[in-house]
């Protein structure tokens, strides 16, 4: 790789890494053509970007970002999946390592916060920004819910009154 070609591979991880809210570091050596592909797939998928990559370059890209703190985790064959949905990155490849043993969860990294594999585990348990969002709208609307029913139910109940009256006479 030349120079150029190197500092253009810089400055995309740095860019990547800024607007991350979490990554995750794996290695991901023996893993098989179809087993990657199908990796990179969910990746893609749910919005996390995974990429492999030298690690000198990205520790150069690290420099000066948030993420400093997981330098010492590159180290051998790793990749990393940046994701701006802080629990995307770690839920796919938890349930990626489930079935896949040569996928080894390294740790990562939530915003400053360096985590190590049961920190990154423990963010995987946590719901996403959407599960978030869909909890706190069913919120919203169970309230709305039970006061059309509170303010439907006394003409109900005068309706079946007025109807037990009808059926008796």
Same mark, same amino acid.
């Given at each position: 790789?030349?120079?150029?070609?190197?500092?253009?591979?810089?400055?995309?991880?740095? *860019?990547?890494?800024?607007?991350?809210?979490?990554?995750?570091?794996?290695?991901?050596?023996?893993?098989?053509?179809? @087993?990657?592909?199908?990796?990179?797939?969910?990746?893609?998928?749910?919005?996390?970007?995974?990429?492999?990559?030298?690690?000198?370059?990205?520790?150069?890209?690290?420099?000066?970002?948030?993420?400093?703190?997981?330098?010492?985790?590159?180290?051998?064959?790793?990749?990393?999946?940046?994701?701006?949905?802080?629990?995307?990155?770690?839920?796919?490849?938890?349930?990626?390592?489930?079935?896949?043993?040569?996928?080894?969860?390294?740790?990562?990294?939530?915003?400053?916060?360096?985590?190590?594999?049961?920190?990154?585990?423990?963010?995987?348990?946590?719901?996403?920004?959407?599960?978030?969002?869909?909890?706190?709208?069913?919120?919203?609307?169970?309230?709305?819910?039970?006061?059309?029913?509170?303010?439907?139910?006394?003409?109900?109940?005068?309706?079946?009154?007025? @109807?037990?009256?009808?059926? *008796?006479?």
């Amino acid at each position: 790789m030349e120079r150029a070609q190197k500092a253009e591979v810089v400055a995309e991880r740095q *860019k990547v890494l800024e607007s991350a809210e979490s990554i995750v570091v794996v290695r991901n050596a023996g893993l098989r053509v179809d @087993q990657s592909t199908e990796l990179r797939n969910r990746m893609r998928a749910a919005g996390v970007n995974f990429k492999v990559s030298k690690n000198r370059l990205v520790k150069i890209a690290l420099k000066g970002t948030r993420y400093e703190g997981i330098e010492p985790m590159l180290t051998g064959p790793v990749a990393l999946a940046t994701s701006t949905d802080p629990v995307a990155a770690a839920k796919i490849a938890f349930e990626f390592a489930k079935d896949n043993e040569k996928l080894i969860i390294v740790g990562g990294a939530l915003g400053e916060k360096v985590l190590d594999k049961a920190g990154v585990e423990a963010l995987s348990k946590l719901p996403s920004l959407d599960e978030m969002r869909a909890s706190l709208l069913r919120l919203i609307q169970t309230p709305a819910t039970r006061i059309a029913t509170i303010a439907k139910e006394p003409a109900s109940q005068l309706a079946r009154v007025i @109807q037990a009256y009808a059926d *008796k006479g």
